[in-house]
């Protein structure tokens, strides 16, 4: 087995350290892919892998998405990630979570964490009994930060209503049809935006029961999770786990465009030509979903500087998010280079690597 630095995720990360607390049984991974721009900041996924390795694989290439994600936002803010390895049952201690908070604390600030899947706010409360730097906490009304999950989909939502116009022509989102995969909070709180502008939903989750609730809410229809990706619809929006968008995914679809918040939805770079040449506006993952950690970064950094913060910032903030796709689009259509491409270089530039 080659040692991992030398597979391709790891993309020159800047530093990873693998963190194991005795006492607690804590086994975690904290990749540094860049400071160029500043802290690496990216959340924590609690997961059970059935192999660690494929673990050290999710942490390197979050960590590598969110140098990119918080740079295309023009975020002050560096990448990083950490993955917290849980056992079969998931299990995940009090305990635990301080010794993850020491982890973070150790890094000096060089590292920023918050809530990622499997993570609450509660979590993160814990987690900051032993280290500051941490997002994602209780704030008050009005202020930025808290959970960010509504404000990843909040930026899902604009995006997606900037690539149905984009690539349909339309200024409303009455009838559009969007299929959902993964109702969590990310595809749950987008679902509820869309339905508000009359779009139609399909929705779907391993869970069945919380497809079925959110369908029932939205006025939409759940499906069987093999079925999601191959519904006939306008936009299929991703909002569950990543590496969907392989060569028998890609084959299933039937939309016209794929704009959701899941991160790296292409298995491989290459799958964003596979759907370039089908004809498929894709909205690169990164520069869509970047609404939650525009939030908990603006909680962190007023945090840091004594300052509340205003959650119109936000809000401005994320209304950004339609204008840079647009950009990326225009490009890619431009020069004919498919937009995670374009995106990609474009987030090269701006963390000192083009
Ligand atoms: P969540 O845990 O709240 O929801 C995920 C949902 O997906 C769950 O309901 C789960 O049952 C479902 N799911 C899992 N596998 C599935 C499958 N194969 N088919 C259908 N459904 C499936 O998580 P979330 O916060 O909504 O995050 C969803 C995705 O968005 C993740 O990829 C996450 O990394 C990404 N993301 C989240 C945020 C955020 O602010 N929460 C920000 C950026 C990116």
């Known amino acids: 087995m080659s040692a991992f630095w030398t597979q391709p995720d790891w993309d020159e990360h800047e530093r990873v350290d693998v963190v194991h607390d005795r006492a607690s049984g804590l086994l975690a991974i904290i990749a540094l892919h860049s400071t160029h721009l500043g802290p690496g900041a ?48 998931g299990t995940k201690t009090t305990e635990m979570l301080h010794a993850f908070g020491d982890a973070v604390e150790a890094m000096g600030g060089r590292y920023v964490t918050a809530e990622d899947v499997g993570a609450s706010v509660a979590d993160m409360q814990e987690v900051a009994t032993r280290t500051q730097h941490v997002c994602g906490l209780p704030v008050d009304e009005g202020d930025a930060g808290g959970d960010p999950g509504p404000f990843t989909a909040m930026g899902i939502y604009h995006g997606i209503k900037a690539a149905v116009a984009h690539k349909l022509g339309k200024d409303s989102m009455q009838g559009v049809r969007v299929a ?9 709180g987008t679902a509820r935006l869309l339905a508000k502008d009359g779009a139609r939903l399909v929705v779907s989750d391993i869970d069945a029961e919380r497809a079925k609730t959110l369908a029932k809410e939205v006025g939409g229809e759940a499906v069987a999770v093999e079925q999601i990706m191959g519904t006939p619809c306008d936009v299929f929006s991703p909002n569950a786990l990543g590496a969907v968008l392989d060569d028998a995914g890609i084959a299933q679809l039937d939309c016209a465009i794929v704009a959701g ?26 520069v869509i979903n970047a609404g939650g950690i525009i939030n908990v970064s603006l909680e962190y950094l007023c945090r840091q500087h004594g300052e509340p913060c205003d959650i119109n910032e936000v809000r401005k903030r994320i209304a950004q998010i339609p204008g840079r796709l647009q950009s990326i689009w225009d490009k890619s259509e431009a020069e004919g280079t498919p937009s995670n491409e374009v995106a990609d270089a474009m987030a090269m530039e701006l963390i000192g690597r083009g």
């Open 42 to 89: 990216g959340g924590t996924r609690f997961w059970h892998y059935p192999d660690p390795e494929m673990g050290m694989r999710d942490a390197l290439r979050l960590s590598r998405g969110m140098s990119f994600k918080n740079a295309m936002a023009g975020l002050p803010m560096g990448g990083g990630k950490a993955v917290v390895l849980l056992d079969r049952k």
């Open 180 to 188: 959902i995969q993964g109702c969590g909070s990310v595809g749950g």
């Open 261 to 286: 918040g899941a991160n790296n939805q292409l298995a491989r770079p290459e799958h964003g030509r596979v759907l370039h040449d089908r004809g498929i506006l894709y909205a690169p993952d990164y």
